[in-house]
C-alpha cells in the first residue's frame, strides 16, 4: 500500500472506530452535559484528554508513514510498527483512547465515563489479546515475538526499546 492510500485509510478509520468510541459514545452518554465538581479538578481532565488525542494521531500517523496500512485489520500494514511511541508500549493508541475519556470524564464531571472508560479499556485488552497478538506472531513471526517480549502492552518502559 502507498503511503497515500495509507494515510487515507488510516484516517477514515481513525473516525470511525475512536471516534465513535472516544467522541460518539461519551457524546450519547452525557450529552455534553457537565455535571458540578470543583473546577480545577474539571480543568485537570484537559491534560489525559490532550495527551490522549496528541498520542492517538501521532500513532495513525506512524500505521501510515512506518507500517504502510492501516490499524484496520481489513487493510494491515505492510512492517510491524515499532518507532515513536511504539517503543515505549505496544497499545499507544488503545492508552490514548482511554485518556481521551478519562479527561472527558474529568472535564465533564461525568462518572458514567469513568464506568464506560473501564468497560472499553477492558474490550480493548481482550480485541488485543485474542486477536491482534496472535494476528501479529502469525503475519510478523519472529520479529513481533522480539518486540513481544521486550516493549510492554499497556504500562510505558521508562526507556525508548531500541530494537534487539
Request: hydrophobic share 50%; charged share 15%.
Amino acid at each position: 500500500m502507498r503511503k497515500p492510500a495509507a494515510a487515507l485509510g488510516s484516517s477514515l478509520f481513525l473516525a470511525l472506530a475512536p471516534g465513535t468510541v472516544a467522541i460518539l459514545v461519551p457524546w450519547w452518554l452525557t450529552g455534553w452535559h457537565t455535571g458540578d465538581w470543583w473546577p480545577p479538578l474539571r480543568l485537570l481532565g484537559l491534560l489525559p484528554l490532550a495527551a490522549g488525542t496528541a498520542v492517538l494521531l501521532s500513532a495513525f500517523v506512524r500505521f501510515a508513514t512506518e507500517g504502510l496500512g492501516t490499524p484496520a485489520p481489513v487493510a494491515p500494514t505492510e512492517h510491524l510498527v515499532v518507532g515513536g511511541l511504539y517503543r515505549y508500549v505496544r497499545n499507544p493508541m488503545y492508552v490514548a483512547v482511554v485518556a481521551v475519556v478519562v479527561g472527558q470524564a474529568l472535564l465533564l464531571a461525568r462518572p458514567v465515563l469513568f464506568t464506560y472508560g473501564a468497560c472499553a479499556g477492558l474490550l480493548m485488552w481482550a480485541f488485543a489479546r485474542w486477536y491482534e497478538e496472535p494476528a501479529l506472531a502469525d503475519r510478523f513471526g519472529a520479529e513481533y515475538e522480539g518486540y513481544r517480549r521486550s516493549v510492554p502492552g499497556w504500562w510505558p518502559r521508562p526507556r525508548p526499546w531500541q530494537g534487539e
